[in-house]
């Protein structure tokens, strides 16, 4: 039954996903967090393979050209993805997967048919939203619009999800999200025949 | 948000679904337990519309014919069942109802359209649900056989369920029917648009 599940966690920006994942995997070794390729230049501190897959323009276009990412963007002149091989042999040695990713991003992996838990992270309201943007103190009134704007346009995507989760009380929103977590592996789904044959075994 | 949600939990006999549910409702005070009709006679102890709502024959009948039940079966020569109108009032009271139930039941609800998450309970193994059965120490050989194929046979319905829950540790197996009570009710599926209107006020 050992059988690895990714779970997609998106939303829009400074609705605490980060925080979110960053305690989910600080409470568990039994998942793994997927590992982002990039072609921007190592910063101080940061491990090729653990910040990031550092690749050069050339190796990320071939990549993409060979179907090597489940999904990736161009940002400001450096392209960012998420490999598909390391999120595949994760799942085949059972082991869970979160990938924490921007809305577009998610919608990318699920229309190249990335099966898993799509979960949704929403703040308690749009003012709320507006101000955790606004407590990060580094935003001018425009881009603060432009930010809330966006976010709107991502929240329009909520129903191609499978899940919601909102972030109002942090513990709270953490222990519904593991509890998504515990509940997908208890699906019966394609698993029933596993399951049967298990139980055929009448002495 | 509120809205109540039915959960059928079933499963062979003396796989420990009762304790499980006693457990789960003595943990919560935002969920109520089905009460079951019947026609037997009530025992000492038992209070009417807390253990059973005791029926007459003709009073049970009438309500099969009305489509009072969401399912019932004759045991014995006595009438069991569980009535719609609570469950119903229940869940529209924004109410999570838990319904325990054998897996014939089961079905029947499910036929009747009853939309709610299928949970069943699983022991480890079959020879672990036999050590079971045998520890109760009051039935004969024949008598564990009939349990055991009878067993088997709910088994097989396992396919037509939402969640499996393998009864192994009795603390981990409550936790994980916690855990689906919970991610349940953070499905999208048919909220999306109540939830999207709520963030559509952007400011």
Same mark, same amino acid.
């Given at each position: 039954m050992a059988e690895g599940r990714l779970f997609v966690i998106s939303g829009p920006s400074a609705v605490g996903k980060g925080t979110i994942v960053k305690e989910i995997m600080a409470s568990s070794t039994d998942i793994s967090l997927s590992i982002s390729a990039t072609t921007r230049s190592p910063r101080a501190g940061e491990t090729d393979g653990v910040s990031y897959y550092f690749l050069t323009k050339e190796e990320f276009k071939e990549k993409i050209d060979n179907g090597g990412f489940l999904e990736w963007a161009e940002v400001h002149g450096n392209y960012y993805g998420t490999p598909k091989a390391p999120v595949e042999k994760l799942l085949a040695e059972g082991k869970d997967v979160i990938l924490e990713i921007d809305v577009q991003g998610a919608m990318q992996v699920k229309e190249s048919g990335g099966e898993g838990a799509y979960i949704f992270i929403l703040p308690p309201s749009m003012e709320e939203l507006k101000n955790r943007i606004n407590n /990060?103190?580094?935003?001018t009134e425009e881009a603060i619009a432009l930010r809330m704007s966006k976010a709107a346009g991502e929240i329009a @995507?909520?129903? /191609? @999800?499978d899940y919601y989760v909102i972030n109002d009380d942090l513990q709270e929103a953490i222990d519904t999200v593991k509890a998504i977590m515990v509940s997908e592996h208890q699906k019966i789904n394609s698993k029933s025949e596993t399951l049967l044959a298990k139980f055929k075994e009448v002495k």
């Open positions: /990060r103190g580094t935003e @995507y909520l129903d /191609r @999800y």
